[in-house]
């Protein structure tokens, strides 16, 4: 009736070497937790900073992902290392969509200088967080 | 209706979640069809217009439910637009030039797409016939 162990274990190990997945669930996966950690980073940020003031955890998700990202493109991380975390969990993690509405909504309510210190903040946090990650795979020994 | 009822939170993780899948592979789709920069010009573009629009609905119409807009702008839209991948093609651009053209391109149509999306939310904001209720 039921399967010996040893031949469940056996065709359990053969499953797992011959599949190959597919890129879009690689980086589907990803994407899913790129999405879940964001809205846990954005509870965490908008319960200590109102997002109505200025909106830290957009930033905050695009500086963190774009180290991420920066760290295993430049340590030459493997194909499917790249479609999980760079493309699926990094790419879903940081978001562009919020980021301009955001910036669009501080801007036409007037407060115009915070609106680009945001639109600016984002881009120069995250250009520097791919310097520190370049950086950081530049002094590690491999 | 407890909204910090477990199940209704594990739904929630669960929507998002499935956004994420689907945001991610409509991007991965993109980056297929088209070369890198336009690629990501695209999706940031066509995002921030539809995220634009559901933003300004609520404000003007309010016809979507507020829990359907959250997982559908923080699950599928935000996983659809990107910033690490704009960020590192910007950091890998070959000279001032195409610099100035990523990061003009991807804040450029980002911008003008939520105004687009505010736009049409305006659009559908029709005076009540009947005028008994005031926002």
Redesign the interface.
């Known amino acids: 009736m039921s399967a010996s162990p040893t031949i469940v274990a056996d065709a359990l190990a053969g499953s797992l070497v011959t599949v190959d997945p597919d ?2 669930h690689i ?10 950690l ?2 846990w980073v ?1 509870q965490q940020v908008s319960s200590r900073v109102p997002s109505s003031q200025f909106p830290l955890s957009t930033v905050a ?2 500086v963190i ?2 180290f ?3 760290l295993v ?1 430049l340590a030459g991380a493997g194909e499917s290392t790249l479609q999980l975390v ?3 969990i ?12 955001e ?3 501080l801007y036409e309510r007037g407060d115009r200088a915070r609106a680009i210190a945001n ?1 600016a903040g ?2 120069v946090c ?2 520097a ?3 520190l990650a370049w950086a950081l795979v530049a002094v590690t020994p491999l | 209706m407890a909204a910090d009822h477990p199940l209704v939170r594990l739904e929630t993780l669960a929507l998002i979640a499935v956004g994420g899948f689907a945001g991610s592979n409509l991007r991965l789709f993109a980056m297929e069809l088209f070369a890198d920069v336009p690629s990501i010009v695209l999706v940031n573009a066509v995002g921030s217009t539809v995220l634009g629009f559901l933003v300004y609905e609520a404000e003007y119409t309010d016809h979507i439910g507020s829990r359907t807009r959250t997982v559908f702008a923080t699950g599928f839209l935000s996983s659809l637009t990107t910033y690490s991948t704009f960020a590192l093609q910007t950091a890998f651009a070959a000279g001032p030039l195409a610099i100035g053209g990523i990061v003009v391109a991807n804040y450029g149509l980002g911008f003008a797409g939520v105004l687009m999306g505010r736009a049409l939310a305006r659009r559908l904001e029709t005076p009540q016939p009947t005028g008994g209720e005031t926002a």
């Open positions: 890129p879009a980086v589907g996966s990803g994407g899913a937790i790129g999405a879940l964001r809205y954005g998700v695009n992902g774009s991420a990202l920066g493109v760079g493309t699926g990094c790419g879903s993690f940081t978001t562009f969509s919020s980021f301009s509405v910036t669009v909504r639109a984002n881009l995250s250009l967080a791919i310097g």
